[in-house]
């Protein structure tokens, strides 16, 4: 039988603010950056489009404080008009097929390489979500700002890297969560740390799929990239504004 390529993962409170999420599978090949990956979309589920999301900061629901969101002057890389808004219109003309159970998630997530958050923080959605997607899949990565929410669930660490956006605040993730694993943005003139690594799509044009690496907890390097995308030149902007405990 031919696997299933999408599918609505979850629909329910958002575990960053307490509103309606949804977060949606979709099988892609067509990101040179990544790969073939099952991408995952975490969306609010209020029926308005994530660009006009970003600009109301109803956004917070799937992206919690994370200092990269356009609303707030951020260096976002994701195109809103793209890729979300492309989900986002046919979870409105009602294309996807609920995959909320454990086999259905499994099923999507099996013999894939799935990519958690391709827009949205993963800690939006309960742990066991992720956990039935990837209980089959070939291999994950996976992001997260939102270390110091009052509720996040720290299993997540098993599954995504913490994101910093300074050298102050990787200093402070490793000594916070010394089991968990670090994903920096570097600026311009911002050098690697002893224990980072820089992406390999930047210094081996590896996709994510092919490396792999930045799956959370484990042995592995702590991993640094330089900013990019369209807003790049806000990174720079801001780094003074952010708190150097921000996480």
């Not at 013999?111 to 209980?135: E, K, N, Q």
């Not at 968990?180 to 002893?194: H, K």
């Given at each position: ?24 599978a ?78 259905l ?31 089959e ?25 913490v ?48 490396c ?36």
């Open positions: 039988m031919k696997q299933v390529k999408s599918g609505i993962i979850y629909r329910g409170p958002s575990l960053l603010d307490g509103r309606p999420i949804v977060a949606v979709v099988f892609s090949a067509s990101n040179a950056k990544t790969g073939a990956m099952l991408q995952t979309y975490i969306l609010p589920d209020n029926g308005v489009s994530p660009l006009d999301n970003a600009k109301s900061l109803a956004d917070a629901s799937v992206c919690g404080a994370c200092p990269h969101r356009r609303g707030l002057g951020g260096a976002c890389y994701v195109m809103l008009h793209q890729g979300p808004r492309a989900v986002w219109s046919a979870l409105m003309g009602d294309k996807y097929a609920d995959a909320t159970q454990y086999k998630r499994a099923e999507l997530g099996r013999g894939r390489m799935v990519r958690l958050g391709t827009y949205g923080d993963p800690a939006a959605v309960p742990y066991a979500v992720w956990s039935a997607l990837l209980a899949a070939s291999g994950h990565t996976g992001y997260t700002h939102q270390s110091r929410h009052p509720s996040f669930d720290r299993r997540m660490l098993d599954l995504c890297m994101s910093v956006d300074t050298e102050g605040q990787y200093k402070l993730a490793k000594k916070r969560h010394p089991e968990a694993r670090t994903f920096r943005v570097m600026g311009a003139n911002d050098t690697l740390q002893a224990g980072e690594i820089e992406c390999s799509n930047a210094t081996w044009a590896l996709t994510c799929a092919e792999g690496i930045c799956d959370g907890a484990g042995s592995g390097a702590d991993v640094a990239i330089r900013v990019h995308g369209s807003l790049a030149g806000r990174f720079e902007a801001k780094l003074g504004k952010l708190a150097v405990t921000q996480l």
